[in-house]
């Protein structure tokens, strides 16, 4: 095969050559996934009602490329890594376009759910593949700012999504909203065929099938068991058993690749500071976004009366202000001079204040909301770039792809979690504070049973209460989980460079000892026949039979 131009391309000391151009590709790649999921949100109704679908269809419309992205996250790095990067995203753009294509075109809610399965599969593919590429083709000193803008392009899609679904449904069927993305799939394939370059693990590791099956299946039912557990109760039988399958598969996956020489995940990965600390960074900066944009929209819509479309749009400030910073660069401007642990922290710590800030000021009004909304913006522009970049950086370059597994991976972990926690808080307070007669089994069942309205304001007042006591403990989660964060890469850091200092003083002492047996002495000159201080260049060389050597 012949290789492209941007693959014959060298590497500059500051990175690819292109790799700006090569940035805003695999922006436009990853919007596409972003924008479809957010606007598939605005045209339920009518995919409910053209497709005579049912509760269970839409939900699994919804699901169906949740659960197949998160369980092949892992096996597509892993995939990228083997197979090649550049070859991995060729496959996403084409699988996702696809996959679009049918979706666009479904007659019945079972077609649309499998396409969507299909989408999900290329968009696993796009997920690691962009982060990994992004890894290969900057260097150290630009990586942190193109982190930012790689991650900003979520944001965007999650708030101008709704704004763009409304519009073409206003002027379009639903398919279209499918359908938009195979022109953008195709400008997508065809720059990412010339520009990008290929890049791949260099020792070819053999393939862990039974690795990647494990993972698949334990991802799947954990999500799953996330997924389902606000609908069907959190100790139903149905999430219960999918959870005992999620947990107990992927400590089988854990405990296989532990044993086996070619594994898919490093397990050893977990011993290093620094991976740990930016692990649990991500997942908590995840639980505490995750969590508190499901409380918003019910705080919004339930208590403050705004519509659907409404609230949508009164929660985009906390995207747009990540957008705007992270364009900026803040992030990458900051992590030099502060350093990542106090960059991180620093980030977590205003994330955590903008959800005090809603829970204590955005009770009666959207103004407090506000505030907090774009505090808490500013908060995840600070931490986010610096973590995936920890996480990134703690992995060696040949397992990119598996290091960008691991950051989608815990965010949906952490976006789930943040749901299951906060909304068991929430239910929890509303159960104690609603009124014994009414029952708390939700909202809107109270406010159907409640007989007065005095009653029915009580039992606002006591949601309200419930959704601030829940946001203050997000806060507080988010709080620790930076500082543990900060110590642990402080730590991690300390480590390095007292590691660093002793190969210094070991590599200094080595010359000193080679340089001191290695100088010929006066001795050792006159007994080769050779001036004292002659340098042994000088020494002529002589053949065998007496000639000197040419």
Known sequence: MTATAAEQQPLTPRGH?????????ICLAQLTVLLDNTVLNVAIPSLTADLHAATADVQWMINAYSLVQSGLLLTAGSSAD???????????????????????????????????AGMGVGGALLMTTTLAVVMQIFDDSERIKAIGIWSTVSMLGFAVGPLIGGVMLDHFWWGAIFLINIPVAVIGLIAVVRLVPESRNPHGDRPDLLGALLSTVGMAATVYAIISGPAHGWTSGRV??????????????????????????????????KFVGAVAGAILVAFGMGGSLFLLTQQLQFVLGYGPLEAGLRTAPLALSVVALN??????RLVPKLGTPVTIASGMGLLAAGLAAIALLGRDGYGGMLLGLVVMGAGIAMAMPAMANAIMSAIPQEKAGVGAAI???????????GVAVLGA??????????PAAVGAASLPAALAAATGEAERQRITDAFASGLATSQLVGAVAVLAGGLLAAVLLRRAEQHERAGQHERSGQHERSERTEQSAGQPGPAADRAQGAPSGTSPDAIPDVSPDGAQGA
């Open 17 to 25: 050559p292109q790799r700006w151009l090569i940035l805003g590709v």
């Open 82 to 116: 083997r197979y090649g990067r550049k070859k991995m995203l060729v496959a996403g753009l084409a699988l996702f376009g696809i996959g679009s294509l049918g979706a666009g075109l479904a007659q019945s809610a079972g077609q649309l759910i499998a396409a969507r």
């Open 240 to 273: 219960l058993l999918a959870a005992f399958i999620g947990v107990t598969v992927l400590t089988g996956f854990a405990l296989w690749e532990l044993h086996i020489p070619y594994p898919m995940l490093d397990m050893h990965f977990f011993r290093n500071q």
């Open 327 to 332: 364009l900026t660069g803040l992030g990458a």
């Open 407 to 417: 950051n989608g991976t815990l965010a949906e972990f952490g976006n789930g979690l």
């Open 425 to 434: 808080v929430l239910n929890s307070r509303f159960a104690t504070l609603v």
